[in-house]
Nanobody, 124 residues
Framework: QVQLVESGGGSVQAGGSLRLSCVVS????????MGWFRQAPGKEREAVAF????????YYVDSVKGRFTISQDNHKNTVYLQMNSLKPEDTAMYYC?????????????????WGQGTQVTVSS
């Protein structure tokens, strides 16, 4: 059974930084993608950043390009999201997700494994 556990959320002022971590267990890394999504109150869950299981490919939505960096440490079975230059509009619950799909898709419905989320709040 795949389990994902996020941590690292918190409250920061605009311009600050946070690093989210997602510890993964029971996940087969032969193929697939791992990613971060976020959901603000009253809004749909949206894609943020993704990385292939081999770490050779990554993808960012336009709103976080140049500010967020996704990475992974396979020895620690952990995926990270380094978030710099945070803005109030980055405030949301952040979720880690994973799949074993051959082709990349960013929509939440293509990810069958989810963590419980970690809250990020950015004040102006």
């Amino acid at each position: 059974q795949v389990q994902l556990v996020e941590s690292g959320g918190g409250s920061v002022q605009a311009g600050g930084s946070l690093r989210l971590s997602c510890v993964v267990s029971g996940y087969t890394r032969n193929t697939g993608y791992m990613g971060w999504f976020r959901q603000a109150p009253g809004k749909e869950r949206e894609a943020v950043a993704f990385i292939s299981t081999d770490g050779d490919w990554s993808y960012y939505v336009d709103s976080v390009k140049g500010r967020f960096t996704i990475s992974q440490d396979n020895h620690k079975n952990t995926v990270y999201l380094q978030m710099n230059s945070l803005k109030p509009e980055d405030t949301a619950m952040y979720y880690c997700a994973a799949n074993n799909n051959l082709y990349f898709r960013s929509e939440p419905r293509y990810y069958s494994n989810w963590g419980q989320g970690t809250q990020v709040t950015v004040s102006s």
